[in-house]
């Protein structure tokens, strides 16, 4: 009879460590109340997301010939122009010309200040 109850005190025994090992603090508040947060976020952005992908998918080749065919064109242009800023918005014409005007405030070789070269790490692009 002895032998009978000692079997189930070193099971219960043994269980013990792996019980506390296997209880985590609770989380707090704040940690609880971000992840709801972060959940909810990724439930009502996953919709937009897989629509977003199929989108991709289908204009993904299109946009790879795009910048095949215009990037090398495109990058000549932005050697070419120095400083974005001083040119309006561009203006596509109804047989599909594009016009990109020089702001009329702004003459010739003079560069604003708001653009002077030592504020400028990027050209600004009104596209």
């Known amino acids: 009879m002895k032998q009978l109850c000692a079997v189930p005190l070193i099971i219960a ?3 013990q ?3 506390a090992q ?16 972060l959940e909810g976020l ?3 952005m996953a919709p937009t997301l897989e629509g977003l992908s199929g989108l991709m998918e289908e204009a993904g080749p299109a946009l790879q010939n795009f910048m095949q065919e215009m990037g090398p064109k495109l990058r000549d242009v932005l050697v070419q122009v120095e400083d974005w800023s001083v040119y309006e918005a561009p203006q596509v014409l109804e047989n599909g010309d594009i016009l990109i005007r020089r702001k009329p405030d702004v003459p010739d070789g003079v560069v604003p200040p708001e653009s002077a070269p030592e504020a400028q790490h990027m050209p600004q692009t009104d596209l």
Do not use: C, T
């Open 22 to 37: 296997e209880q985590a603090p609770p989380p707090s508040l704040m940690e609880r109340g971000a992840q709801m947060f």
């Open 13 to 15: 025994l043994a269980a």
């Open 42 to 44: 990724m439930d009502e």
């Open 17 to 19: 460590p792996v019980l």
